[in-house]
């Protein structure tokens, strides 16, 4: 999608982007990926790191990563004015920066961030333009420091999201969301970074499944980290590491 037309988008859905999260759905999705992402941070980096989380939205995600990890220095970047103004609402000033800002181009210095997050954003562009995102974000990541993107799985339940896709298709005229294949996903790594860590998150009918037995949930959610079946979820984190030392690394 072109900047424009995300801008505008985003700006019409900034007020009510945070009712898909209360859904039936959205509550068990958002606590799950909050609570995976806040101990893939923790597992990685020490309390006070500084973050980047870009596309932060309405802060959605990184209000909890922070409400877990009190200590770490966030920042949050993003295109759209509207759903920037959301996040600084929800998380005061002292305890979190906003900026404006293109993920293509992003306004800081090389070797900046611990850790840099992205989710739910490399489903809106066209794959042929991850590698360059991917560059720029890793730019911003210290030597040893660590970038983790959510990406949509086209295997998601075998056939769901081929059908999802299909059924959006004959009905609507328009295509699915941006879904990568394991090889697609491994091509993304570069001369100073690798993949470290790969999970799958969320298989068809989890919440529902959380409502009646949550142990049984969790217990599900823990196989879809295991390959293969981590190719079966929704989304797959994968969390990349930036290696070699900040004078190997030009910015
Ligand atoms: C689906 S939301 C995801 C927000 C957040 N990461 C989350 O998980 O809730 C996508 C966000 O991407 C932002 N966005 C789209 N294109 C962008 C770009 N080129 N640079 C920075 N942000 C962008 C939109 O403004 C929107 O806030």
Known sequence: MEPQRV???YAREAACYDRRWQSYWGS????????LVTQLISSRVPENARILDIPVGTARLLSKVREGLPKLRCVGADLTPEM???????????????VSADARTIPFASNTFDFVLSIRFFHLI????HMELVEEMIRVVKPGGY?????NNPLYG??????????RRLLHGTKGPVA????????????????????????PGQGRLFRIAPRLATALGR???LWPLRYLTLHTLVCFQKTGSSETIAG
Do not use: M, N
């Open 7 to 9: 801008g505008k988008s």
């Open 126 to 129: 066209p794959a042929a333009r």
């Open 180 to 203: 990568l294949w394991p090889q697609q996903v491994r091509s993304l790594t570069g001369p100073h970074w690798r993949i470290v860590e790969q999970l799958g998150v969320y298989w």
């Open 158 to 167: 075998l056939f769901l999201g081929a059908a999802f896709g299909l059924r």
């Open 223 to 225: 196989l879809g980290h």
């Open 147 to 151: 970038l983790l993107i959510e990406f």
């Open 84 to 98: 920037l103004r959301v996040a600084s609402e929800k998380l005061p000033q002292d305890t979190c920066s906003f």
């Open 28 to 35: 068990f999705y958002d606590y799950y990926e909050g609570a």
